[in-house]
Each structure stands twice: as C-alpha cells, then as structure tokens.
C-alpha cells in the first residue's frame, strides 16, 4: 500500500484531460484519443470521472465510469506506469464505488480483458465477480473481456 499523500476529485476538463490522454496512451493496446476523453468528460451527462493526484503528480490515476440509475459501469481506470503496484488503483476504485453508492447505486459493472491478470486480482480482491464473458470484445489484439459485477 502507498505512503503517498492523495488526493481524489472530479476531473478539471482544461487541468487534467492531456494527462489523463497520456496515461491511457501508456496504459492500453486501444486507448482513447484525446478527443474521445474532451466528449466523454464534457458532454455526457451520466459521466462521472475521477482523478488521483499526489504532491508529485497532478494527475497519477484516472477512472472514468456512468452512473445509470442504480448501476455503476466502469468504463477506464488507469495509473501512471511508475506508480504501479502501490495501492494506488485500489484507493482510487474504492473512492469511486463508495461515491457512487451514496448516489444510489446497487451494483457497479466493468469489463475487463482475460489476460489482465493484475486487473483482475485488483477487482477479485476489491470483490467483483464473473457474471458473463463478451466473446471478441476487444480488437487489437482480439481477446474476450469478463464482465465483472458487485453489489454496492
């Protein structure tokens, strides 16, 4: 677990999105542009996005998730490569599902590659579970993703 002082906040649009767009870049086969971020953030109204920052970096993590109703869906959630493996995804994850839980939701869904292996402890250990496979759902390389679900 991390010794750093954090802190979590909504992201700041013209503050965060260049760094956010970077980690994403750093952090995934298929990222989004930076565009795709600038119209998630800005114009969809169910869009909740979250940054972690520590005194060092102004933006270490990001998540990125709709609050439909009564069900969180996690959409992206990424750290900073050199800060990997401190506890910094947890912190993060766990903000965002007791966020979202005082807001009414019931359950959060996210889909997650096969192969990530570090995800999937992250989320087994945070308590997500298999509820379904998406067979092909990612391109590049082609993979199935597990949906994962737990209850808030």
């Known amino acids: ?17 260049d760094a956010i767009a970077a980690i994403a870049r750093e952090s995934f086969p298929n990222p ?3 565009d795709m971020f600038a119209q998630e953030l800005s114009q969809q ?3 909740r996005s979250y940054v972690l ?4 970096y102004p933006v270490a993590a990001f998540c990125t998730c709709w609050l439909v109703i009564d069900e969180l869906h996690i959409n992206t959630i990424a750290v900073r490569p050199e800060l990997r493996r401190r506890g910094l995804a ?14 009414g939701a019931a359950r959060a869904l996210l889909e997650v590659r096969r192969s990530n292996a ?11 579970s298999t509820e379904s496979v998406r067979a092909g759902y990612y391109p590049n390389p082609p993979e199935d993703a597990l949906v994962l679900v737990r209850t808030l």
Not at 1 to 17: G, W
Not at 53 to 56: G, Q
Not at 90 to 102: E, G, I, N, P, T
């Open 118 to 128: 570090a995800a999937l402890r992250l989320y087994e250990n945070m308590g997500f």
């Open 32 to 34: 989004w542009s930076r």
């Open 53 to 56: 920052r520590t005194h060092e």
């Open 1 to 17: 677990m991390t010794d750093m002082t954090v802190q979590i906040e909504p992201v700041s649009l013209d503050r965060d999105l």
């Open 45 to 47: 109204p169910l869009t």
């Open 90 to 103: 947890r912190l993060l994850l766990d903000h965002v599902l007791r966020d979202a839980a005082s807001r």
